[in-house]
């Protein structure tokens, strides 16, 4: 065998097949072959933007793939069993309007982290540890695996509503469990109209995102709001 440094790595993949990159099975190959993608040349010619509009967020799994972007980390322990993410506050939060942009930023985090690897979680986990030090965790599984910030934080919002009480928390983590591949993540949701729409706007700040950093977009959760934390740390177990 030989090994293929990551400069060549875009050069000897366009000369193969869809059906190389790890996850394109045979519904779609299918897909591509309708559209006219035979080739993983193809792919890398197209706008990460227009792959994901195409194929949701098996798009941007196309993008990375055929560029040879593969940043899963590779554990001789065995795979990870959660992703997650979370805070310290300097001052202890009873007020939900104060836990809200928190919240918002650590799954961006999580979901960030999620992209990177390739990976998708079906079970969403609140944490919170009261100013006694008492620890809630709160988790709900959903229909299908996601690693969308959106859905991971409206996951986590309802979870918190619950619990705000008028205790002051001192801590608040948010993560996903009952990880997988990403192939079958986030399908279009038939119910809520509104998620394809909220899908495609977080793969195009992702964009963003690459070329000018995290900072180069906000959601209106986050901008220009949040309290003295101790820095967030994603989280695997």
Do not use: C, H
Not at 53 to 78: A, N, T, W
Not at 140 to 166: K, M, S, V, W, Y
Request: glycine share 10%.
């Amino acid at each position: 065998f030989s090994v293929i440094g990551e400069a060549e790595a875009p050069s000897f993949l366009a000369a193969q097949p869809v059906t190389m990159i790890w996850g394109v099975g045979k519904a779609l190959a299918a897909t591509l072959e309708r559209d006219g993608i035979r080739m993983i040349a193809q792919l890398q010619r197209m706008e990460r933007g227009d792959l994901m509009r195409r194929y949701g967020v098996m798009g941007d799994r196309l993008y990375r793939l055929s560029r040879g972007e593969d940043d899963r980390p590779v554990d001789p322990d065995g795979d990870a069993k959660s992703v997650s993410a979370e805070t310290t506050f300097d001052t202890d939060i009873a007020a939900l309007a104060e836990l809200v942009p928190v919240l918002r930023g650590l799954s961006e985090k999580v979901s960030a982290r999620l992209k990177k690897s390739g990976i998708a979680g079906r079970t969403v986990v609140l944490k919170l540890k009261t100013q006694d030090f008492k620890t809630r965790t709160r988790n709900r599984q959903l229909g299908d695996p996601t690693r969308l910030a959106d859905r991971i934080f409206q996951t986590g919002l309802d979870l918190l509503r619950r619990e705000t009480d008028g205790t002051k928390f001192r801590l608040l983590g948010i993560g996903v469990s009952d990880l997988s591949d990403d192939e079958k993540a986030d399908p279009p949701d038939l119910v809520d109209l509104q998620s394809r729409k909220r899908a495609l706007a977080e793969g195009a700040m992702d964009t963003l995102r690459d070329k000018f950093g995290r900072k180069a977009v906000e959601t209106g959760y986050t901008f220009g709001k949040g309290r003295a934390a101790n820095p967030p740390e994603p989280l695997e177990e």
